[in-house]
Nanobody, 124 residues
Framework: QVQLVESGGGSVQAGGSLRLSCVAS????????MAWFRQAPGEEREGVATIYPGSDSTYYANFVKGRFTVSQDNGKNTLYLLMNSLEPEDTGMYYCAARSGKYCPLSRLLYNYWGQGTQVTVSS
């Protein structure tokens, strides 16, 4: 059973930065896609960024606009999301997600492992 634990959220002012971490455990030998999602109050959960296993190719949602960087440390089984130039619209609960396989879409319906989330609040 894959388990994901996020950390690193907090409260920052607009223009600030945060780095989120997600520690994974319980993996089998299958490759796994890792991704970040977020959910604002009253909104649907949306994809933020994903990273492909093995190749470390990344993909970002349009609203990221070059401000965020997703990366992973395979030796530590940890996924990161560095967020710069944060805006109040980035406020929400940020979730780490995983799915087995090599295809890594930014669709929440296709991920079957989720962390508990870490709150990010950006004030203007």
């Amino acid at each position: 059973q894959v388990q994901l634990v996020e950390s690193g959220g907090g409260s920052v002012q607009a223009g600030g930065s945060l780095r989120l971490s997600c520690v994974a455990s319980g993996y089998t030998d299958s490759p796994y896609c890792m991704a970040w999602f977020r959910q604002a109050p009253g909104e649907e959960r949306e994809g933020v960024a994903t990273i492909y296993p093995g190749s470390d190719s990344t993909y970002y949602a349009n609203f990221v606009k070059g401000r965020f960087t997703v990366s992973q440390d395979n030796g530590k089984n940890t996924l990161y999301l560095l967020m710069n130039s944060l805006e109040p619209e980035d406020t929400g609960m940020y979730y780490c997600a995983a799915r087995s396989g090599k295809y890594c879409p930014l669709s929440r319906l296709l991920y079957n492992y989720w962390g508990q989330g870490t709150q990010v609040t950006v004030s203007s």
